[in-house]
């Protein structure tokens, strides 16, 4: 009798699986660590971050021949975390003449007072700021256009977008007193504005329907067209009554339709503008600003104005997430990277990025993977090919490159992302390099990223 409850104990063992859970599931092994291989989890950044070319902005406009740029006020902007401004240019006195040396001069001055604090602008040129004044001819406006182009050319690297002004009152394509509002004359000003500037320059109009009578096209541009330089890729759009009333004062005409077609457009070129006060609407709430940024793909906003609207955030606790939100916010997410390489062979980098903004990267970006001597702090900077503008908000970004290490002793290394302005002139500065949103990452000095990794080199 011992012996058969023995050997039933033993038959109810095995039938329980090995744990004697009961479960009949046998335990499975966990995977093998892969000690060559350093698996990095990144840590978010909370923080509101300065980056170039988006965020909220400044709104800062100057007559004819006025004063230039206060180079203690763009100082100031490090204070708000603001990297941009928008400069609008009124070229009242110049209707029936050319633009003078001293407009000239002025805006060549406030290239130069951006250029030396670290800041970028939003640029508009327009003949007045009252709807009641008149604008200036065709003629005139192309003439300007051609006076500009040197001055444009020249300053390239502190304009972040342009907004296409000369048409109508504050330059918003509306009130005319010169017919520049037909079809024809808007093509004409806006071929002209693209000519004159260097082709990495995208230009905004106010509304999507004058970009698609324009071109002739209703259909948003694909990737194809998108990632080019042909001129329907370089104009984007700025509303300036966002959230103002159920078309945003006539910005749109078939407005589910119209804000979908910017939606797809807007990752590839810029969209951002001002509020203004509603009209037949409540003041924008803080979730239906949050969605029609995200839908919009908002790069940036004016501080300045409307200020009840911007005071509604503040005091429903969303405006510093705007601050974060607006335009691109990268981040790295995860990292599998190799501890150790050998000397003239290649290093495999395998990042995940995310874009938790609600836009893309719009201008052109130069990444490098830079490794940096723990001995004696030299170094050495490899080209990427990471093109920044496809790190899309809403997915995660597979960054996988094989990196050739000729040139690179052997030794341990800190590696770090670079992301710099693509303009000789500003590629070394910091204030213009692109900071991660990751916490214990950020090199204010020189503009990199830590990988929070070390590589041997053998």
Known sequence: MKYKFITL??????????DGTGTGETPIDPEPVDDTINA????????????????????????????????????????????????????DAFKDA????????????????????????????????????????????????????????????????????????????????????TVENKRAILNKLLEVLPKEIKVQV???????????????MDASVGYGDSDVARVGFHNDC??????????????????????????????????????NVPIASCNTADTEMALLKWTYLNLDYYGPVLQEWRNNDCFEDFQKELGYRLL???????????????????????????????????????????GDGTVYKKALGLDVKKVVPDSDYDMKEIIGLADIPSGDYKLYIKIEDASTSLKDRPEYAIQLANSGTWEASTGMNELLHTLTIN
Request: proline share 4%; glycine share 6%.
């Open 332 to 374: 790295l997410k995860t990292g599998r990277l190799k501890k150790e390489a050998t000397a003239n062979g290649n290093f495999e980098l395998d990042l995940v990025l995310e874009n938790a903004g609600f836009a893309p990267v719009y201008n052109k970006k130069n990444a490098f993977l830079i490794f940096k001597s723990v």
């Open 98 to 181: 050319d633009l003078s040396a001293a407009e000239l001069d002025l805006i060549t001055t406030d290239f130069e007072r951006l250029r030396t604090t670290g800041v970028k602008c939003i640029l508009r040129f327009a003949y007045n700021s009252d709807q009641n004044e008149t604008d200036a001819p065709l003629s005139r406006v192309l003439a300007h256009l051609d006076q500009l182009q040197p001055v444009l050319t020249e300053n390239a690297d502190v304009i972040a977008f342009v907004q296409a002004g000369f048409i109508g009152s504050w330059g918003e394509w509306y009130y005319t007193t010169n017919n520049l509002t």
């Open 206 to 220: 106010r509304t999507p329907l004058y970009k698609q009578e324009i071109f002739e096209y209703s259909t948003a």
């Open 40 to 91: 990095i989890t990144y840590t978010a950044s909370n923080d509101v971050i300065s980056n170039p070319e988006r965020g909220f902005m400044h709104h800062w406009a100057v007559e004819s021949e006025g004063a230039p740029l206060s180079l203690a006020m763009l100082n100031a902007l490090k204070n708000e975390k603001v990297t941009i401004i928008n400069r609008i240019y009124y070229l």
């Open 9 to 18: 104990f033993i038959l109810c063992i095995i039938s329980c699986g090995s």
């Open 242 to 279: 966002f959230l103002a009333s159920s078309d945003d004062y006539g910005t749109y005409q078939n407005v589910a339709v119209e804000k979908q077609y910017i939606s797809n457009e807007a990752l590839f070129v810029p969209t951002g503008g001002e509020t203004c006060p509603p009209a």
